[in-house]
């Protein structure tokens, strides 16, 4: 599975015909058909091309309506390394 | 545009532009839902859509209100409105209701039904959580909208059977929360 740096995921914003993707949890998600990504925005506040791990625990829905799309990735350094 | 209510709104901390944005998306959405709603119910035919028809109506005709409800406070908020109805179409903060490609599958219907008002619950909610005791007319009329738009979930469910509703079809006038805006 391909994998992504912020960086890299920050070009799939949806912006000069880019696929629009986002990430959660390590996952990098396609969300190009979404009818609520269209031009990479989402309900006003959310951007794609970023990891919206943190934005998804206060928003009013939750994994399920991400994960019914696909994964095309995985985020590198999206975790907290335990010591 | 209300100048002082606009300022009232910027000094509780919420950036207005986006309210305001998220306000437009989501009267889009009312006024669309109202057109796709019109075919659905039109569509709810024979012994099972028929029982369905007239809470499909209401529901319609509530969607309608939250539209008319929700334009004033977009304008005091100095927002502005899409000129044309394709853009209008395309920014609703819910996806189009489609008919089913099977239009005589009620069960399909009442699936799109639920999907638009679940939608229309989070989009409330997010409008509530973001001016809650700081934008108070907004709020109060965000929260009128999703009292009504919780109902509406919770009747199509019920006929989806997930349970019961808890309450019965409206008697009398429509939009118990909302008729308080559209006076």
């Not at chain 1, 015909?17 to 990479?40: C, E, N, T």
């Not at chain 2, 908020?77 to 189009?96: E, Q, T, V, W, Y």
Request: aromatic share 10%.
């Amino acid at each position: 599975m391909r994998k992504f740096t912020k960086a890299e995921l920050g070009k799939y914003n949806g912006k000069n015909g880019m696929p629009i993707f986002v990430a959660y949890q390590g996952k990098v998600y396609d969300v190009s058909r979404s009818f609520l990504w269209k031009k990479g925005k989402h309900q006003v506040l959310h951007k794609a091309g970023l990891d919206l791990t943190e934005d998804l625990k206060v928003a009013p829905h939750g994994a399920e309506m991400l994960e019914k799309f696909p994964v095309v990735g995985i985020l590198e350094h999206s975790y907290k390394r335990r010591i | 545009m209300a100048k002082v209510t606009r300022e009232m709104v910027e000094r509780s901390g919420i950036n207005v532009d986006q309210l305001v944005e998220l306000l437009v998306k989501n009267a889009a959405a009312e006024l669309t839902t109202y057109y796709y709603y019109t075919i659905l119910r039109f569509n709810l035919i024979g012994l099972e859509g028929e029982g369905i028809k007239e809470i499909a109506e209401t529901a319609r005709i509530e969607d309608r209100n939250h539209f008319e409800a929700l334009v004033p406070r977009i304008y005091e908020l100095d927002g502005k409105l899409p000129r044309n109805m394709n853009d209008f179409h395309d920014i609703s903060a819910c996806p189009p209701a489609y008919l089913p490609d099977d239009p005589t599958d009620v069960r399909e219907i009442l699936k799109v039904l639920v999907e638009a008002e679940r939608c229309a619950v989070r989009g409330y909610t997010q409008v509530c959580n973001m001016t809650a005791g700081k934008d108070h007319r907004t709020y109060d009329l965000a929260q009128a909208i999703l009292n009504e738009e919780i109902e509406h979930e919770s009747w199509f469910s019920e006929f989806l059977g997930e349970g019961p509703s808890g309450h019965f079809l409206r008697r009398g006038e429509t939009s118990p929360f909302v008729s308080k805006f559209l006076k």
